[in-house]
């Protein structure tokens, strides 16, 4: 079965940046579309931004948007979610996920599947 991997989480001060990093083994990134999303203790999961295949379409939550900026190097089967200026609300294991035909709206999300186990954020000075 086809996992994604995660990685590039960490302890961060507030207004600080990380930069997370979705790979997987034996499938090709490319030919997907791949979204990050996030789960605070206690919250249901949310969607946080996603890329089309051929990276003509990117979504971005409110929340996250003008902070966070995804994308994706096709030579090394990765794509990131690189976070900056990172606020107290931002704390989450971090998550990615593929998909042929689903995307993340506002509020929703649907068709993502092989999840990976996700990475820690965490925000505190």
């Known amino acids: 079965q086809v996992q994604l991997v995660e990685s590039g989480g960490g302890l961060v001060q507030p207004g600080g940046s990380l930069r997370l990093s979705c790979t997987a083994s034996?499938?090709?990134?490319?030919?997907?579309?791949i979204g990050w999303f996030r789960q605070a203790p206690g919250k249901e999961r949310e969607g946080v931004s996603c890329?089309?295949?051929?990276?003509?379409?990117?979504f971005y939550a409110d929340s996250v948007k003008g902070r966070f900026a995804i994308s994706r190097d096709n030579a090394k089967n990765t794509v990131y979610l690189q976070m900056d200026s990172l606020k107290p609300e931002d704390p989450a294991v971090y998550y990615c996920?593929?998909?042929?035909?689903?995307?993340?709206?506002?509020?929703?999300?649907?068709?993502?599947?092989?999840w990976g186990q996700g990475t820690q954020v965490t925000v505190s000075s």
């Open positions: 034996g499938l090709t990134l490319e030919y997907y579309t």
């Open positions: 890329i089309n295949s051929g990276d003509t379409s990117i």
């Open positions: 996920a593929k998909t042929s035909t689903g995307w993340i709206t506002s509020g929703s999300y649907y068709g993502f599947g092989s």
